[in-house]
């Protein structure tokens, strides 16, 4: 391994880290808290939009200044998904998502931080995504990924 | 019942967001765990290595956080609802090639139309969904 690729997976790490820590002081660990959002009819708890408008506006001006150096520093280009079509897979998936979603609590990311806490539902949830996903993948031909 | 947090929410979404500038800055990719784990399923090798970093790196910071402060965990929620979920999202996520991470933060940083219908219509979609598993059909708190 090379030592730039050593640098990158060390900030893989990193960066996962500071996912799971920022999750986590969310508390969008916590499925109630994003049903709570979710669910218009209950006791709403705005948090989760905070939550996503922080991450957005701080990463549109990060993404903004860092595509403007050219290129990363640990590698030679962005690993931009090329997919640009607004097509039929992504909106059925982003709706099976949804339903998915609005019935635990749990999008991919708090799913898999939820191991981090010891949680027992992601002893369920957690196998029944990869298994999902493993599904889709297998049945649908590889289809061209996102990204690479 | 949960309170609205405003300050933890928006501190840990300058995190999040801190992460995706951080992961694009140095390695120029994208912080979606969606991609991560299909990324991994569909050619586990050396060079897929770094998402298996970023998804231990996800549990670890959580663990970290977890030694100083607690998490409340839901009770008695139906194991089948937990399961039916989870494949409906992986599933899903797999087929639209994003989640929250990666359509919600990261593809609506870099103004893609294709994350931002994504994003409308997973959201959209799940308040539909949380509305009538809890007054619909009655089946969690």
């Known amino acids: 391994m090379s030592g730039k690729a050593t640098l990158r997976n060390l900030a893989a790490l990193v960066s996962g880290l500071v996912f799971g820590l920022g999750l986590s002081l969310a508390q969008m660990t916590n499925p ?111 289809q061209t990924a996102d990204i690479d | 019942m949960t309170e609205f947090t405003p300050l933890h929410a928006l501190t840990g979404g300058l995190l999040i967001g801190s992460s995706a500038v951080l992961l694009l800055w140095l390695n120029g990719r994208i912080a979606g765990v969606t991609g991560m784990l299909t990324g991994l399923l569909v050619k586990p090798s050396a060079t897929q290595l770094w998402r298996l970093l970023f998804l231990l790196g996800l549990i670890g910071g959580t663990a970290l956080y977890g030694l100083f402060a607690t998490t409340p965990l839901r009770q008695g929620f139906p194991i089948w609802l937990l399961i039916a979920a989870g494949l409906l999202t992986g599933y899903g996520t797999a087929q639209a090639n994003g989640c929250t991470s990666g359509h919600g933060v990261c593809g609506l940083a870099r103004i893609s139309l294709r994350s931002l219908v994504a994003t409308a219509t997973f959201l959209g979609v799940a308040i539909l969904s949380a509305y009538v598993v809890r007054h619909v059909l009655g089946l969690s708190t």
């Not at chain 1, 708890?45 to 290129?71: E, I, N, Q």
């Not at chain 1, 708090?110 to 992601?122: F, K, V």
């Open chain 1, 32 to 142: 109630d808290k994003v049903l709570n959002f979710l669910d218009l009819a209950g006791h709403w708890d705005p948090s989760l939009l905070l939550v996503l408008g922080g991450a957005v506006v701080l990463s549109t001006l990060g993404y903004f200044l860092t595509f403007k150096r050219g290129a990363p520093l640990w590698d030679s280009l962005f690993h931009m998904p090329q997919a640009l079509a607004i097509d039929k897979p992504l909106l059925i998936g982003s709706a099976l998502f949804g339903i998915g979603w609005g019935i635990s609590g749990y999008c991919p990311g708090p799913a898999i931080a939820s191991i981090g806490l010891g949680n027992p539902e992601a002893l369920w949830v957690v196998p029944s995504i990869i298994a999902g996903a493993a599904l889709q993948r297998w049945s649908h031909d590889r």
